[in-house]
C-alpha cells in the first residue's frame, strides 16, 4: 500500500516555537496534501503540494516535498495555542489510486 | 454555499442493531468519500462514489456495512448487526473532482460519533 504515515505522533511545544512534522509514503505520488482535524471532528484541508514541486509556502506553513526520499514535512512557524490539532498527510497515487491518510501527528502547543 | 453535513453528530447503539448515518455533501460535488477513524487513530478508507459510476468498495471491512448514494448528492452508510468495534468517528467528504486528479481536494462534514454498547 501507499500509505503515508507521519512522525513523531505526538508533539509538544511552547507558544512561539517551531513545529515539524514529516511524512512518509510508498509509491509514486501525483501530490500529497496535509490536512488538520480538531477535537477528532472532520478534518480541513490546509495545503496541496504536487509531485514537481520541491517547496511551497502558506502563511506560517510551509510543506516540502522530496519525492526520491518519498517523504514530506510540514513546518508551522510561530506556534500558537489554537494549532494544538492533529495533522494528517495525504497521498494520491499515480494512475488514479485513492487517497490514503497516515495515522496522523498530535500537536500540542502550550501557551 | 453549506459544507459537508452529517446526522447524527453523535449515536449510541445496541450491540446487535442497525444503525444508518447520513451524509449530505457539497452540492455539485460529484466524489463522496466514507471514513472510519478509531480513537486517536488514522482515517481508515470505507467507500468512495463518484458520479454514476460503480462505488469503490474495497475498504469497507465486512459485509455488515453498505452504503448508498441517491440521485448523486445525499449517502447512507449503514451497519447491520453492530459490534463493539464498530464505535468509531465516521467521516463523511465530498470533493469537486474524482478521486486521484491532481489537485483533488476533500471537505469534510464533522462527523457521527457512533458507540456500540
Known amino acids: 500500500s501507499q500509505q503515508g504515515e507521519e512522525d513523531p505522533q505526538a508533539l509538544s511545544i511552547q507558544e512561539g516555537e517551531n513545529a515539524t512534522m514529516n511524512c512518509s509514503y510508498k509509491?509514486?505520488?501525483?501530490?500529497l496534501q496535509w490536512y488538520r482535524q480538531n477535537s477528532g471532528r472532520g478534518l480541513v484541508h490546509l495545503i496541496l503540494?504536487?509531485?514537481?514541486?520541491r517547496e511551497k509556502h502558506s502563511g506560517r506553513l510551509r510543506v516540502t516535498l522530496d519525492t526520491s526520499k518519498k517523504s514530506s514535512s510540514l513546518l508551522i512557524t510561530a506556534s500558537r495555542a489554537a494549532d494544538t490539532a492533529s495533522y494528517f498527510c495525504a497521498t494520491i497515487g499515480t494512475g488514479g489510486f485513492k487517497t490514503i491518510f497516515g495515522a496522523g501527528t498530535r500537536l500540542f502547543v502550550k501557551a | 454555499g453549506a459544507g459537508v453535513s452529517q446526522s447524527p453528530s453523535n449515536k449510541v447503539t445496541e450491540k446487535g442493531k442497525d444503525v444508518e448515518l447520513r451524509c449530505d455533501p457539497i452540492s455539485g460535488h460529484t466524489a463522496l468519500y466514507w471514513y472510519r477513524q478509531s480513537l486517536g487513530q488514522g482515517l481508515e478508507f470505507l467507500i468512495y462514489?463518484?458520479?454514476?459510476?460503480?462505488?469503490?468498495k474495497s475498504g469497507l471491512p465486512s459485509d455488515r456495512f453498505s452504503a448508498e448514494r441517491t440521485g448523486g448528492s445525499v449517502s447512507t452508510l449503514t451497519i447491520q448487526r453492530t459490534q463493539q468495534e464498530d464505535s468509531a468517528v465516521y467521516l463523511c467528504?465530498?470533493?469537486?473532482?474524482?478521486?486521484?486528479?491532481?489537485?483533488?481536494?476533500?471537505?469534510f462534514g464533522p462527523g457521527t460519533r457512533l458507540l456500540v454498547l
Open positions: 503540494i504536487r509531485s514537481n514541486e
Open positions: 509509491t509514486s505520488i501525483n501530490n
Open positions: 462514489f463518484q458520479g454514476n459510476s460503480a462505488p469503490d
Open positions: 467528504a465530498s470533493s469537486s473532482q474524482p478521486q486521484g486528479i491532481v489537485g483533488e481536494t476533500q471537505y
